[in-house]
């Protein structure tokens, strides 16, 4: 498995000779989801890699399961593919409990991380395989393979062996006999993970695209959060075998359940403190570091007092001279003053860190608007960093 450059013959996915599946071919009942996961668990020896999971997937949804390493996602994928038997709970798909059905009898493909292509086979044979061993008619088989070799844009590759692709060419050929067999779910276990930033970007976007004219069913694992941000229409995020938070991925960033969840998806600030006043629909809370952050009220209600406000880089600002508002809307914004002490420059933005007079670090991003480094921020330099209310997210510790 290897991660190349795309070859100039590496070619792209045809999503335009892909016809959109009509909602009526939709075989689960509208009031039920395509995939129903009830309580599920798995264990290997004494370590718990699934605890007790209950998940609900649409169909036609492009779902991603997102954890680090070791939290149980791909031992999920394997349970749903049929590689891996739940020790208690039930696999629905379309009503029916799948847990018991062999892999190759369900309606289900999974696309490998390595790829899993046989080096003794040609590409229209990888591709063929899975038909051949479900007893498809030869002619039936030809005509599949054609239209997925036309679906990937292999055209003319049918006789290659695996080593004769490129890591992109080797990608498409597994997506390609992972839908030969039109599966209700298609499973990706982190498919891009080879490839080169450049082709993993544009393979995301024809991914997506692919997904929506089939219709569908898609769900990827995968410890990128970007991928998961940019491909999913929702996102489970996994920590020790357990969901945390299945939300799509503009709550999830924007309003994160648990503190795990805030640290974990993208970078954020974080102030531990005290709720000292509730009124005209925020919260003030004292923190440890002697200063105080007004918020605008929570989504959900608070229950204890020791709480933790969680502020996305992006949404400090800072200056020099203080927010332009500073005058007319003094109580709505919140002031932290510091010395900027590193800067990344990282071309659409520009990372600072601030230490501030109470000892504690903030960082900010802020875009680089403009071309030259005119008035950018230097190491050293004194700086108020801001933020308003409705920038804070108040998490329960």
Known sequence: MTGESPDIDTPKIDTAAVPARPASSVDAADDMPLLRIEGVSKSFGSFRAVDRLSLDIGAGEFFALLGPSGCGKTTLLRMLAGFE?????????????IAPVLPHERPVNMMFQNYALFPHLNVRDNIAFGLKRAGMPRAAIDTRVAEMVALVKLGGMEKRKPDQLSGGQKQRVALARSLARRPKVLLLDEPLAALDKKLRESTQLELMELQRRLGMTFIIVTHDQEEAMTMAS????????????????????????????????????????????????????????????VVTDPRQPITKTSVTVAVRPEKVKLSRRGPASDADNSQAINRLEGVVTDVGYLGGSTVYKIKLDSGAVVRSSMANTARLDIDTLRAGQRVLAWFTPDDCVVLEQ
């Open 234 to 293: 929702r996102i489970g995020v996994m920590d020790a075998g357990r969901l945390q938070q299945v939300a799509t991925p503009r709550d999830l960033y924007e309003a994160p359940a648990t503190r795990w969840v805030a640290e974990f998806v993208g970078d954020v600030n974080l102030f531990e403190g005290e709720v000292s006043s509730h009124e005209h629909h925020r919260l003030t809370v004292a923190t440890r570091d002697g200063g105080a952050i």
């Open 85 to 97: 038997t739940p020790d208690e709970g039930r696999i629905l798909l379309g009503g029916r409990d």
